[in-house]
């Protein structure tokens, strides 16, 4: 079990770089919101689901940004954890923790039964009938990621760059094989709007973007984190917005007015929208193998190991019983913590419910994130000579303004969703222990990583500007795409 060299605490092996950076927080991000929730809302706001979704953007960038100086100050796992125990206090810090860890297991929860759906719809497509029920392919999905988690961190930094590459590629080759049933009159109508109607669905559509940060969970598993968080914090949201806009492109394109409203309760969204269509075959085929295998396993694979992180660092620190802490003497993984949630994961699976799990996990995104961003203005008091590789603009201004925002978007969860958030709260806060003294990062640092040699910083910047061109790339190209949609259907 490897060691710090300041203090006895089990920590974790660093073996992620920029690539894997980014694909956990993207994967995170591209699953059950954009395939579910996110497509449902397409449902109530038509064409205007595009405004929305620009909307979320703009709410996700700054919090990326001052994730990205906290990242890139504290590369140690546990993330908004930390940021709040050193910011704010340790209560605060408690409550963040609390909330990430249910917000992730909700997340991969509800992508397990995401994957069932568009399984099931798969083996629909292809003439073969699925012999058992939605839940048990969910929790044997899961059961499948418990055991990648388990392995270790090489592995599934490798599989996620799988999984996402093949999403990506799946969706190109979609989007083209459904070019002509695209049908851009189908902009210029679509339900009414209300801005009474409009706010909740700007926050559901903005759960597409939430985990955006998921790699500062992580990042005592990240190599040379001070650069590579903020990088992959700069990307995050924009890539995150590229995707989710060039889907809800296609579905807005190909979906007749008058068939939004199935869309709006639809458990697989895009497989309604094609049956609207009257879109078959290969089509189908080629969808549900992306969103299942692709889209969902890359959710799966990120939201199963990131929370498990901030219960082995709230354990290490004294708040959660030390059990919760050991570290796999072989795979230098947080094993007790990975298992333990992984049965409260197949718990919420039981209830089969995406739109009860979506709706708890909204609350505690929101909390959490509410609480980082002011744990970023706390720590610019508490710790002004606390080295930053990059230092957000304008936090006066930015943090209060975003904290209004989410605030806001809170005010328009379901009473249900709020009320067991709360409940949740209230349970961690008994349980957790917040008064003890720190045993591990957030107390006593130990040494930050070393820089890297002038050779790797060469490597490092070309692979950021690969990433930096291609997702320039592609938000220019899903803008241009709406912009024409909106022009031709005019016309």
Not at 310 to 325: I, N, Q, S
Request: net charge positive; aromatic share 12%; with cysteine.
């Amino acid at each position: 079990m490897k060691k710090s060299r300041e203090t006895s605490a089990p920590s974790l092996k660093r073996c992620f770089g920029l690539w894997e950076t980014i694909t956990i927080n993207v994967g995170t991000v591209i699953g059950v919101g954009l395939f579910t929730l996110g497509a449902n809302v397409v449902g109530l706001l038509g064409p205007w689901v595009f405004l929305a979704t620009l909307l979320a953007l703009g709410i996700s960038i700054y919090p990326s940004l001052l994730y990205a100086e906290m990242g890139g100050a504290l590369p140690y796992a546990g993330g908004t954890y930390q940021y709040a125990s050193l910011g704010l206090g340790r209560p605060f810090g408690v409550l963040a923790g609390w909330n990430f860890i249910i917000s992730m297991v909700s997340v991969a929860s509800g992508e397990a039964l995401a994957f069932a759906f568009y399984l099931r719809t798969l083996f629909q497509a292809l003439g073969i009938p699925l012999p058992i029920g939605d839940r048990a392919v969910a929790c044997l999905g899961l059961a499948g990621f418990l055991l990648l988690a388990l392995r270790g961190v090489e592995w599934s930094g490798r599989l996620q760059n799988g999984f996402l590459f093949f999403f990506w590629g799946v969706a190109l080759v979609w989007v083209c094989s459904m070019a002509p049933r695209l049908q851009f009159s189908y902009f210029a109508a679509g339900p009414g709007v209300t801005p009474q109607g409009f706010l909740p669905c700007v926050a559901l559509v903005w759960w597409c973007f939430a985990g955006f940060e998921t790699c500062c969970a992580m990042g005592e598993e990240i190599k040379h984190p001070q650069i590579n968080l903020p990088r992959a914090l700069f990307l995050a949201p924009f890539l995150v917005f590229a995707v989710n806009g060039l889907f809800q492109w296609v579905l807005v394109c190909i979906v007749p007015p008058e068939g939004l409203p199935a869309l709006a309760g639809a458990a697989a969204p895009y497989a309604k929208g094609m049956e609207l269509a009257g879109v078959a075959g290969f089509p189908l085929i080629l969808l549900c193998l992306g969103i299942a295998f692709g889209g969902d396993f890359s959710t799966l694979n990120a939201s199963v190991s990131a929370p498990a992180r901030y219960l082995f660092t709230m354990a290490r620190d004294g708040v959660l019983p030390a059990a919760f802490a050991k570290v796999h003497p072989k795979y230098h993984t947080p094993y007790v913590s990975i298992l333990a949630l992984g049965a409260l994961m197949l718990l919420l699976v039981s209830t089969g419910s995406i739109d009860h799990i979506a709706s708890l996990s909204l609350f505690a995104t929101l909390l959490y994130y509410v609480i980082g961003i002011a744990a970023a203005l706390g720590l610019r008091r508490r710790r002004p000579d606390l080295p930053r590789p990059y230092r957000a603009p304008l936090i006066r201004l930015g943090a209060p303004v975003s904290i209004a925002v989410y605030l806001l978007m809170m005010t328009q969860l379901e009473p249900s969703g709020a009320a067991m958030g709360a409940a949740w709260c209230v349970l961690g806060l008994a349980v957790c222990r917040p008064g003890r003294r720190s045993a591990g990062p957030a107390g006593s640092f130990p040494p930050p990583p070393l820089p890297p040699s002038l050779d790797e910083k060469a490597a490092m910047d070309r692979e950021y500007r690969f990433w930096r061109a291609a997702v320039g790339i592609a938000v220019a190209l899903v803008l241009a795409l709406y912009a024409v949609a909106f022009l031709l259907s005019k016309g």
